[in-house]
């Protein structure tokens, strides 16, 4: 599978994704067709499997962030979590591409569930540090606050924008994530005190 996946970034890369087929691919892989055919029913279906090993690669390394942030308390989970998402940037051209097929079709929630998961882990670790003054997230915030992260870092991908890696993208990212939660810690705590 890996030698698939190399091939068809190799040609994405070279010819872009409107040259790709699973021909050119099994040649360039050095597999029979048949072979491709065994573990891949079409090139959507690569493409899709792709976006899948990359995501959960994405996840992890922002998770090896999280647990470092842990240890290290100067710098904030949201600043850590928002510098290993930023900081994704190898093989621009095919992640494009992977991530596009997997949007179209239909996978976008699991773009969202490592964000969330993420999103979850800092709220929890400010609850044991805040107690109750923690800022409350339900289900609305949450989907807009992970929605609102994702969509900053996918338009700068898709826009082919030069801010992914950048200082200035991270801060702004993580100005966004600790005022939205600043906001809802102070909303929580006008509504506990209205009671």
Known sequence: M???FEATARIIERDGIAALNTNRIAERAGVSIGTLYEYFPNKDAILIAMARQRLAKDERLVRQALATAETEQDVSLARRAIH???????RPKVRRAVIAVHLASG??????RPV?????????????LLGDKAPQLDGASLFVL????????????????LLPGTTSLEDELVRLVEAYLSALQRAHGSSKSNR
């Open 107 to 112: 996978f976008g929630s699991e773009h969202a």
């Open 116 to 128: 969330q998961e993420i999103a979850e882990l800092i709220v929890e670790r400010n609850t044991r």
């Open 84 to 90: 290993a998402m930023v900081g994704l940037r190898d």
């Open 2 to 4: 890996e030698t698939i």
């Open 146 to 161: 992970t929605r609102a992260v994702i969509g900053v870092i996918r338009a700068a991908f898709e826009e082919r924008s």
